[in-house]
């Protein structure tokens, strides 16, 4: 139904021509448009929480989304389990894993810090499996929203890879590479650093500055359940 104010010249430029959206049942499908490479870094909260955001909305069109973290952690007052694994468990169409373990490389936060090399190591040779697989599939079909990651995905996050970098548990040309071994209808998310990453954003086709104004860590507030983790 239209008004004065909502002529019918006006409606059909707008999504759904008016209607309101409603929730459809995921059936496995494939982007068209998707391949380019994303850049989330910044001092401020919320680089995660975006990407796992764009993940979710990806899946929820029904295209294959898997999320590889290289490190993730915090101090004591972080659980064992995070909310998002539990999320990302009931969802379909994506899928994750963690290769580092709880704890931040240099934050004097209990964990192991000899580990943390081997494991961003074995995170980005996990990648490059990942990616491997991406390259044999046809990106441009759909896959079993419950398959293995190995069968291939059409986004790909790849969670603090970026902080692993310049921790020096990776090598940034490692990076690099990654980002040329891609194919080219692979979406391909980068987070993580507070520095801004010079290196990559000739070959980024994306790059967000996730910014801190005001954060209450600043007044003593520990991690919420819920927000943080």
């Avoid at 008016?18 to 995921?26: D, K, V």
């Avoid at 894993?97 to 810090?113: C, F, T, V």
């Avoid at 494991?119 to 293995?148: C, I, M, N, V, W």
């Avoid at 507070?194 to 000739?202: A, C, N, Q, V």
């Amino acid at each position: 139904m239209t008004t004065d104010r909502t002529p019918e010249s006006t409606l059909e430029k707008t999504p759904g021509q008016g209607r309101s959206p409603e929730a459809a049942e995921i059936e496995p499908s494939a982007p068209d448009e998707f391949g380019l490479v994303q850049v989330w870094w910044g001092d401020g909260k919320g680089k995660t929480t975006a990407t796992l955001g764009m993940g979710m909305r990806a899946a929820g069109h029904g295209y294959r989304v898997h999320l590889l973290q290289f490190m993730k952690g915090g101090a004591s007052s972080v659980d064992a389990v995070r909310g998002e694994y539990n999320a990302i468990a009931a969802l379909p169409a994506i899928s994750y894993e963690n290769l580092g373990h709880y704890g931040w490389h240099g934050m004097q936060d209990g964990s192991d810090e000899t580990d943390h090399e081997a494991e961003a190591q074995a995170g980005l040779e996990r990648t490059y499996e990942l990616l491997e697989a991406a390259s044999a599939a046809d990106l441009s079909t759909p896959f079993a929203l419950d398959g293995a990651a190995e069968d291939g995905v059409h986004m790909l996050v790849l969670d603090e890879i970026l902080y692993a970098a310049d921790r020096e548990l990776i090598e940034k040309d490692d990076v690099l590479e990654l980002i040329e071994a891609k194919p080219d209808g692979l979406e391909l998310v980068l987070s993580g650093s507070h520095t801004r990453p010079e290196y990559l954003i000739d070959d980024a086709d994306l790059v967000t500055n996730v910014s801190k104004e005001k954060h209450p860590i600043d007044e003593n507030q520990r991690a919420r359940r819920g927000t943080e983790y």
